[in-house]
Nanobody
């Protein structure tokens, strides 16, 4: 079971990026998926989560209105659209999956059991 995140990069403040998280090894259509980020010297923090069918979403207050999480279960892929980026958004972004059949859009990283390796997002001022 693997989660592979990609799409990070260097962007100026105000710019946009689209992160992707492709799952392999098994289907993740039955799993709540989430994105987390960790900046140097800081704790990992919740960014967004999406329900199994994609109709329900949850966002951290710091990204609400700027980031959008979505999923394509046919492609076994979750996306995170990052708009109006700020220097404080600089971090390694990782995708994660909860156990099957769990439906709560948890913000706690320790409730996710599958993790990808992360992709670096750097926002310059």
């Amino acid at each position: 079971v693997q989660l592979q995140a990609c799409g990070g990069g260097l962007v100026q403040a105000g710019g946009s990026l689209r992160l992707s998280c492709a799952a392999s090894g098994r289907a993740f259509s039955g799993n709540v998926m989430g994105w987390f980020r960790q900046a140097p010297g800081k704790e990992r923090e919740f960014v967004a989560a999406i329900s199994r069918g994609g109709s329900g979403t949850s966002y951290a207050d710091s990204v609400k209105g700027r980031f959008t999480i979505s999923r394509d279960n046919a492609r076994n892929t979750v996306y995170l659209q990052l708009n109006s980026l700020r220097p404080e958004d600089t971090a390694v972004y990782s995708c994660a999956a909860r156990a099957s059949a769990v439906t709560v859009l948890s913000r706690a990283s320790n409730s996710y059991i599958y993790w990808g390796q992360g992709t670096q997002v750097t926002v310059s001022s």
